[in-house]
Each structure stands twice: as C-alpha cells, then as structure tokens.
C-alpha cells in the first residue's frame, strides 16, 4: 500500500526556516520522481519543486528558487523541502506527490504560516 506522509510544518517569523519531510512507503523514491506542491487560502495547488529519480534533475517554481530546496534520501526513502528566508506569501499548506505505476498518490499536507 502506498502511504505519503508529511511533517515539520510549523509557525515560523518571516526570514525563518523549516524543512518539511515526506516518508514513503509502498514504493521508491529512487525509482520514481516526486514533487512538493502548496495550496494557499483561496488559492489554487501549485507546483513548488521537482526531482527526478535518483535526484538527478530538479526545479523550481519562481517564486521560490534560491530560497528552497527538494532532496531525497534514498536509504530512509524519505524527500525533503527546504525552506528558507521564508515570507509570508510562502503561507500554505504543503504537499508531498509522487505517482507509481499510472497512480498519483499525495500526502496530508502540513501546515506552513509565516508571520512575525
């Protein structure tokens, strides 16, 4: 069964930094890429950043390039979102997306506000 599962969302002041965690089970990140998405209030989900499998390709939306970044360990199976010099436009909730085998599978989300 294939699980995503999000973590380390939290409140933080503008400037700050987190870093977000996508656990998988059910499939490989090394054999398959992934994304991380947002979705604001009253906004709809966008496309943050990418990696390929294996990690060998990334990319980023604008609004956030230089300031995030996507990795994956491989031996935890587990994707990860850095975030810094955060703004309070980066307010969303935060989502993990992979697809296996024809099936797009996503995580719960977590919460990102920024705010001083």
């Known amino acids: 069964q294939v699980q995503l599962v999000e973590s380390g969302g939290g409140l933080v002041q503008p400037g700050g930094s987190l870093r977000l965690s996508c656990a998988a089970s059910?499939?490989?990140?090394?054999?398959?890429?992934m994304s991380w998405y947002r979705q604001a209030p009253g906004k709809e989900r966008e496309l943050v950043a990418y990696?390929?499998?294996?990690?060998?390709?990334?990319n980023y939306a604008d609004s956030v390039k230089g300031r995030f970044s996507i990795s994956v360990d491989n031996a935890k199976n587990t994707a990860y979102l850095q975030l810094n010099r955060l703004k309070p436009d980066d307010t969303a909730v935060y989502y993990c997306?992979?697809?296996?085998?024809?099936?797009?599978?996503w995580g719960q989300g977590t919460q990102v506000t920024v705010s001083s």
């Open positions: 059910g499939f490989s990140f090394m054999s398959n890429p």
């Open positions: 990696i390929s499998r294996r990690g060998g390709t990334s």
């Open positions: 997306k992979a697809n296996f085998r024809g099936t797009t599978f």
